[in-house]
């Protein structure tokens, strides 16, 4: 199959397309003909060596996290799926490896792709949705009537979790340059602040809830808008959320919750068109270092994503 991988850790020029073997799934996987895969920055913190995890690495490694394709075999004890399904998915923690025509994962982990989607579009908040339902929802328990600020409007996983913020009936401010002000406010933003223009705690306090997709100080300052009792959540500062500021509000660090059950939550708010799917910059597989160099600018709006097929 063809694939994009790696032989050592490094810049994007470190990634290769070329040929490697198919995967063979183990009992209870199943193999997907992969349609589509988004870049998460996890990709190139993956690709720079940054997890620790992967000091022993086993070169090739392939990156990429998330997936929508085509089940295409089947491993033993598989007996609510079939060949010909199209599915999506995360794979589970630990693992990479979306980057390729062909991969192997576990089946009770992925979902039927939603019809309404492209595999394109479903490939895009695959990952995405799974970390801002389980933030928003399952972690900081945003309520109907709160106010929420949301670091990093115009990111992929904040683009999906300012739509569902607004679905449960919370007010949304959110943080974007003014190239992305008319993006996300077309996601559902009540107010936009320009981070490049406006210092957020000047503009923003008494909020009940903050979810940080940027990270640095960004985070760290991030605990000044909370009211007393408030809650923050923290995606980009590594496994542990940053220590508070204030003794008067909490810090958490969503999990991602890699189950069928979670995915099909991600499918049903796309199906029930209270998501709609980001903006998207579509690369064929063979243009992976350029897709890295962008995402790893962290200056971009939606979700990049390889088309295969
Ligand atoms: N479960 C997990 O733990 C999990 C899952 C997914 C992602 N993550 C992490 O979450 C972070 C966000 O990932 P992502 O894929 O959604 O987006 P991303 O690729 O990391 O971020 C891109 C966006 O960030 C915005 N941005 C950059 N600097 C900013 C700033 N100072 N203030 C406000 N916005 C800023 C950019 O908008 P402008 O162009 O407007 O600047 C751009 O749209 C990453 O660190 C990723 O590793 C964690």
Same mark, same amino acid.
């Given at each position: 199959m063809k694939a994009v991988y790696f032989e050592r850790f490094g810049g994007p020029e470190v990634l290769q397309f070329g040929d490697l073997p198919d995967p063979i799934p183990a009992a209870g996987e199943i193999i997907v003909d992969v349609a589509a895969a988004s870049v998460n920055a996890a990709d190139w913190k993956f690709r720079s060596g940054h997890y620790a995890r992967h000091s022993q690495a086993n070169f090739p490694l392939i990156p990429g996290r998330d997936f929508s394709g085509q089940v295409s075999a089947l491993g033993r004890g598989i007996d609510d799926l079939k060949v010909g399904d199209a599915v999506f998915g995360v794979l589970e923690a630990g693992r990479e490896g979306t980057y390729a025509e062909k991969l192997a994962t576990k089946a009770a982990i992925v979902a039927k792709k939603p019809? #309404? %989607?492209s595999h394109v579009q479903a490939a895009a908040v695959a990952l995405t949705g799974l970390t801002a339902v389980n933030a928003i929802a !399952?972690?900081?328990k945003l309520q109907r009537g709160e106010t929420i600020l949301i670091q990093g409007g115009a990111g992929g996983v904040a683009g999906f979790a300012i739509q569902f913020a607004k679905h449960l009936g919370a007010r949304v401010i959110t943080t974007a340059s003014a190239a992305n002000r008319d993006y996300v406010l077309d996601l559902g933003a009540d107010q936009v602040i320009d981070y490049n223009a406006q210092d957020f705690t000047s503009v @923003? =306090? *008494?909020? !009940?809830a903050v979810f940080d997709t940027v990270g640095g100080e960004v985070a760290q300052k991030?605990? #000044? @808008? %909370?009211?007393?009792g408030g809650r923050a959540a923290f995606?980009? =500062? *590594?496994v542990e959320a940053p220590k508070p500021t204030r003794s008067d509000v909490v810090a958490l660090r969503p999990p991602v919750e890699r189950s069928r059950r979670a995915m099909e939550r991600v499918a049903q708010l796309v199906e029930t068109e209270a998501v709609r799917p980001p903006a998207i910059k579509v690369y064929p597989l063979s243009q992976a270092v350029e897709a890295h160099r962008l995402s790893e600018s962290r200056h971009f709006r939606g979700k990049l994503v390889f088309q295969l097929r």
């Open positions: 019809q #309404a %989607l !399952d972690t900081l @923003v =306090s *008494g909020c !009940d991030s605990f #000044a @808008v %909370l009211k007393p995606i980009a =500062s *590594g």
